[in-house]
RNA sequence: CGGGGCGUAGCUCAGUCUGGUAGAGUACUUGCUUUGGGAGCAAGGUGUCGAAGGUUCGAAUCCUUUCGCCCCGACCA
């Protein structure tokens, strides 16, 4: 891509209206769009790297034996009406259809994923399983709050899995709670804790969040050094609020902010119970199976890599979510040498695989440097007069995650290519 | 839904109190000079002043209504 032709717009100065430095991050460097109050529309830039992070997430859910599937955004009330929630869940969106018909947007998917399981199973020998999706969801908030960070319409990755025996969901609740972790290390993100939380209206005992511990968090989150952790709303629930002691160890707990970006549930029968799910077991009687959920809100998880991870010229991503791995700047020269040089570079890396961005536009190099801090490609490779002059191309690293003091600060031009592809690499294995 | 704030050029904003030809910076287009961290000169285009009513000779400005947006609270798989 050239970067004269990317439709993102990016801002210098101020903006108005975003307050946190994440939100100012995205809107500055153009990843974000202002559709409506509480939704967004991902502009290029966005949504590449939005569509990095799906596949991080689809790569971890899979090697847990996840089975991605799509569900309908929409659907008809009557499944809400079996488990209940049809009446009982204050950000659920309904609307009439031209027949008549209540519908809902559905701000989760348990009752369509039972109703689909339901329909498949027949036996214990189809257990365990656990499906999932990454797709729109929408919750009628009551209030939207910085960016993406809280918004009414969201993408999110929801997994649900159905087991024959407590010990079994317990098993692979452990298995989804490491993946958790691979998946936002790998996002880039560094302070991640898990907490425990409460189920609130999704049912079920035992629950963790996954909350990057930040100062703009909307959560309130309590740490003790004996290792317990627990969300405030959760802390209430067992006598807590201020000052509060840990139930654990008795010391006096920590408070901290979170952002919480994803959570897992052990949620037992209550939606294969309500929905008569069941299938024979090996003694030949009707059983229902136990279920577990586990969520990440993925336009979140960008989010909180811009709050997270940003210096004052621009957000900073790794390898794995950038949305260029290397972005091609040729500095004008007066011979007219350089461009023809970084437009050669820049087509071999494409031809090659590579995510790369092309800056050849006649401005000045400052102007330049300052757009390629907003887009972030980790390599950005500098095709200048003084370094022709060398048989050079200069590297620039930008990466949040990786110390990158023993890579080269240049490349010959020969094997420019060759470098760059195995940089890449480096960078994408930590 | 309560409290506070804001809607004027693509963007950031002034002008509103005290009514009188629509503004600045920046961005954009063209030309010349520049060219390693957002250049200089010259010329050029840019608006339903969020919308609708009302008052007035005259409304961005005053009054009423309405829509949208931001922040705090309540709420929150």
Redesign the pocket.
């Known amino acids: 891509m050239r970067i004269e032709n990317l439709c993102v ?11 946190t430095r994440g ?1 100012k991050m995205a809107i500055k460097g153009g990843y974000i769009y ?1 559709t ?2 509480g939704g967004y529309t991902l502009t290029p830039t966005g949504w590449r790297v939005v569509h990095k992070i799906e596949n991080i997430i689809r790569d971890e859910m899979d090697k847990i034996d996840g089975q991605e599937i799509l569900m309908p955004v929409v659907c008809t009330a009557d499944l809400w009406r079996e488990t209940g929630r049809y009446d009982a869940m ?2 659920l969106a309904k609307f009439k259809g031209s027949s008549g018909a209540d519908y809902v947007i559905c ?2 998917h348990e009752e369509v994923v039972t109703d689909y399981a339901r329909s498949v199973i027949g036996s214990y020998r189809q257990l365990p399983f656990m499906l999932y999706q990454i797709q729109t969801k929408f ?1 009628d ?6 960016g993406l960070i ?1 918004t009414r319409e969201f993408i ?1 990755k929801d997994g649900y899995s159905f087991h024959e025996t407590q010990e079994d969901l317990e098993r692979y609740y452990k298995l989804c709670f490491d993946a958790y972790y691979r998946i936002f290390r790998r996002c880039g993100l560094k302070n991640i804790i898990d907490v425990m939380s ?1 189920t ?3 049912g079920g005992a035992v629950a963790h969040e996954f909350q990057l511990v930040n100062e703009m968090g ?1 959560d309130t989150l309590y740490i003790c050094d004996c290792g317990f952790r627990a969300n405030k ?1 959760l802390e209430d629930q067992q006598g807590g609020g201020e000052n509060a002691v840990c139930p654990k160890c008795g010391k006096p707990m920590q408070k901290v902010r979170g952002i919480e970006i ?2 897992i ?1 052990q949620l037992g029968k209550k939606y294969s119970d309500s929905m008569h799910m069941t299938y024979t077991a090996a003694d030949g009687t009707e059983k229902t199976p136990i279920m577990g959920c586990y ?3 993925v336009g979140r998880t960008m989010a909180a890599i811009l709050e997270e991870s940003a210096d004052d ?1 621009g957000p900073i991503w790794n390898m794995e979510t950038a949305p260029f791995a290397v972005e091609v700047i040729g ?2 020269d007066k011979e007219n040498k350089t461009l023809p040089m970084a437009e050669k570079i820049y087509n071999e890396l494409k031809n090659a695989g590579v995510d790369v961005l092309l800056d050849s536009r ?6 330049k ?6 887009i972030a490609a980790p390599i950005r490779l ?1 095709v ?4 022709l002059s060398r048989n050079v191309i ?1 590297v ?1 690293y930008r990466v949040n995650d990786f110390d990158t003091s023993s890579l080269q600060s240049e490349f010959k031009i020969e094997t420019c290519v060759a470098d760059t592809l195995n940089t890449i690499q480096k960078l994408l294995h930590k």
């Not at 717009?9 to 307050?19: C, E, F, S, W, Y």
């Not at 006649?362 to 102007?367: L, N, S, V, Y």
């Not at 200048?384 to 370094?387: A, F, H």
């Open positions: 717009k990016r801002q210098i100065g101020d903006v108005a209206g975003a307050t939100h202002q409506f109050q204050a950000v701000p989760t919750r908030e009551l209030r939207v709050r910085a809280r999110m409460s609130g209206d999704m909307e709303e994803g959570n549930f969520g990440i809100g010229n500095l004008v006649d401005i000045r190099a400052g102007e440097f300052a757009d390629a801090d907003l500098i200048s007069e003084k370094n200069e620039k």
